[in-house]
């Protein structure tokens, strides 16, 4: 079950990434998608309609199987507390001072 919510988290990132690529940005940098050669397919207000929805929707897709591969990682598992571990771990010092034997 992990390795299949696994497989369609990096779908979705990989979705993400993308559909952020594909959109226009504001200096022209990244932006490969919506420069006049659409062959009037779509107008650049619908590219950019669809591509902010298509963003929407895999963001909400990939937090969501975010947290639920959180939530598969936790389960079944005991909480651990760390003061317990170095209490188990410190050896025991006498009590009273030490006086050498004299051998």
Same mark, same amino acid.
């Given at each position: 079950?992990? @390795?299949?919510?696994?497989? *369609?988290?990096? $779908? *979705? ?13 504001? +200096?022209? =940098? $990244?932006? *490969?998608? =919506?420069? +006049? =050669?659409?062959?009037?397919?779509? @107008? #650049?207000?619908?590219? #950019? ?8 929707? $895999? ?10 591969? #959180? ?7 005991? &909480?651990?507390? *760390? ?7 410190? &050896? #025991?010092?006498?009590? +009273?001072?030490?006086? &050498?034997? +004299?051998?």
């Amino acid at each position: 079950m992990e @390795t299949l919510v696994l497989t *369609i988290h990096i $779908l *979705i990132a990989l979705g993400l990434v993308i559909t952020v690529l594909l959109q226009r940005s504001e +200096g022209g =940098g $990244l932006g *490969i998608g =919506g420069g +006049g =050669g659409g062959g009037g397919f779509m @107008t #650049a207000r619908g590219t #950019a309609s669809l591509l902010t929805r298509l963003t929407t929707i $895999l963001a909400v897709g990939f937090f969501s199987t975010t947290i639920v591969l #959180a939530i598969m990682a936790g389960a079944g598992k005991a &909480p651990v507390s *760390i003061v317990n571990d170095v209490i188990k771990e410190t &050896p #025991a010092k006498p009590s +009273g001072p030490t006086v &050498p034997t +004299g051998k």
